[in-house]
């Protein structure tokens, strides 16, 4: 539907009843408010550069785009060593940010908005995995 300003009073007042109802199932894994869902925010916010931990590898010089909620997960899409990288939230570990920024490249955040890209995240080291492989044979 259009957003006229009627339907988009209605949809900020809390004390009218809403038409309708978008569901999603709530994360397998909550994030906690304070940690590292809430550094990485903060980073993607400021365009800064994070170290993290994954799965017992590290990830110095980060670049986080987004923070994306698909299937009951959360997923980090963000740049490492000038390729895409995503990683499921409840793997990551030991997140600090530096005080270095980045300049976000149009082409990666329009990517993390694409319908294929996000169901895609659920295969992405997979496929990953597979095409490097691939390239080494």
């Known amino acids: 539907p259009g957003l006229d ?3 988009l009073s209605i949809l ?4 009218e009843g809403a038409p309708y109802v978008v569901y999603h199932a709530p994360p397998k894994n909550m994030p906690t408010l304070f940690g590292g869902f809430y ?11 994070i170290s993290l931990n994954v799965q017992g590898v590290q990830y110095h010089h980060l670049a986080p785009y987004r923070l994306i909620y698909y299937e009951g997960y959360w997923y980090l ?9 995503v990683f499921l939230l409840f ?14 490249k149009p082409t990666i955040t329009e990517l993390t908005m694409e319908v294929d890209f996000i ?19």
Request: aromatic share 10%; proline share 2%; net charge positive.
């Open 5 to 7: 300003s009627k339907l």
């Open 12 to 15: 900020l007042n809390k004390n």
């Open 39 to 49: 550094r990485i925010t903060q980073a993607i916010m400021d365009s800064v550069l």
């Open 77 to 85: 899409v963000g740049e490492y060593n000038l390729n895409i990288q």
């Open 91 to 104: 793997h990551i570990t030991d997140v600090t940010l530096s005080r270095k920024r980045f300049v976000k």
């Open 119 to 137: 169901i895609s995240l659920p295969h992405f080291q997979f496929l990953r995995n597979l095409f490097f492989n691939l390239n080494t044979i």
